[in-house]
């Protein structure tokens, strides 16, 4: 995700037949939600005897439903007419990629209408100079639904936008100029609130207070090092613990709480805390064939990652049930003596193996945290 796709940017709109592409600036998902966070007033209508709030992909249906029924804009008459409060008449059709089409005046020279544009009248109260039928269209579209357009104040609801892996990103090219106006205090209506200018739409454009950023994290991740460091200090940073207490004990007494627990001690031995297993992957399991289901799709190969081709370090933290081992044969390899010693020097090198998983038993995963006598050196 770039800054196109987070605060807005200039994208292809929907074609329309015998048109070269048309661009449009179009808001991102940081945009839509600041908007929704100030948003000063409501839109519904009624739909099937119920009030549902009006939406753009809404009003994207409803524009397309009342643009089916207009006639094709290369016939003569049209029986959908409307008049400005000047008394400027204008006739509906529709062109082939279904989006209304206006003539008016003696030529009726066609003009699309198209739904965004619509939209941007409806929601964003941006109606062109040059298309002043714009809400009159919308008025007809809307017409016998019951339309209400009311005052509300979501200033005091928190709006919360969690960005998932947010170190993945290239965050100064994502958030660019406005990196600053998230800070709390410069924040609309705050102490020392900062306004920007947006480049594509030219509008001015800040972030309300009852805003909250939400950034989760991989501590294993490399990358968390590498965090630039004007996101660090624009964000409190809390370190989320697996929640041991929150997994169950299974029939056939399996407690995934100390088998989570104990695998996750030895990690932190082998590397670091950074490294330990959160307890989402065990949250869901109810039964044995859950829990192999867990190791063989997800436990395992995390170990793997972690242990590069280091298969001992793997059964140092789960077991010999679930790593095995075993010498090479003496007469492995062919006669070849060069006098080099290198035809005897892996006559001692383990080869690892990883167990079926879908073989084990109870016993398996409960040898994982069962205490064991020191093991001799």
Avoid at 208 to 236: H, K, Q
Wanted: net charge negative; aromatic share 10%; proline share 4%.
């Amino acid at each position: 995700m770039g800054y196109e796709d987070f605060i807005e940017g200039i994208k292809p709109l929907k074609p329309e037949d015998g048109k070269p592409p048309q661009y449009d600036v179009v808001d991102g998902i940081f945009k839509k939600i600041c908007k929704e966070a100030t948003k000063q007033q409501s839109q519904t209508i009624e739909v099937d005897g119920s009030e549902v709030n009006l939406t753009k992909d809404l009003f994207a249906d409803i524009y397309s439903s009342f643009a089916e029924q207009l006639p094709d804009a290369n016939e003569e008459n049209s029986d959908y007419s409307l008049k400005t409060k000047e008394g400027y008449t204008f006739y509906l059709f529709k062109n082939s990629a279904n989006s209304i089409v206006v003539k008016a005046g003696t030529q009726k020279t066609p003009r699309s209408v198209s739904c965004n544009e619509l939209t941007k009248v409806l929601f964003d109260n941006k109606t062109p100079n040059y298309k002043p039928y714009s809400s009159f269209i919308i008025d007809e579209i809307l017409k016998g639904k019951n339309y209400k357009k009311e005052s509300i104040d979501n200033s005091n609801k928190p709006f919360v936008l969690i960005i998932d892996e947010i170190n993945r990103g290239n965050i100064a090219q994502i958030f660019g100029e406005l990196i600053t106006l998230i800070e709390d205090d410069k924040r609309l209506g705050m102490k020392n609130a900062i306004s920007a200018t947006l480049p594509y739409s030219q509008d001015s454009f800040s972030v309300p207070p009852n805003l909250y950023l939400i950034g989760t994290m991989n501590t294993a991740d490399r990358s968390v090092e590498a965090l630039d460091t004007a996101l660090r200090r624009r964000f409190a940073f809390k370190h989320m613990k697996p929640e041991y207490d929150k997994l169950k004990t299974l029939d056939g007494g399996i407690d995934l709480n100390q088998m989570l627990k104990t695998i996750n001690q030895r990690l932190e031995v082998l590397l670091d805390a950074d490294h330990t297993i959160g307890h989402a992957w065990l949250w869901e399991v109810s039964d044995l064939a859950d829990l192999k289901r867990a190791f063989k799709d997800k436990i395992l190969p995390l170990l793997q990652e972690f242990f590069y081709n280091d298969y001992e370090k793997i059964g140092l933290v789960l077991g010999e049930g679930f790593v095995h081992w075993k010498k090479v044969e003496s007469n492995l390899f062919a006669k070849f003596n060069t006098n080099s010693g290198l035809n005897t020097e892996y006559n001692e090198k383990l080869i690892f193996s990883l167990a079926n998983i879908d073989a084990l038993d109870a016993g398996a995963f409960i040898s994982i945290y069962t205490k064991v006598e020191k093991q001799a050196e």
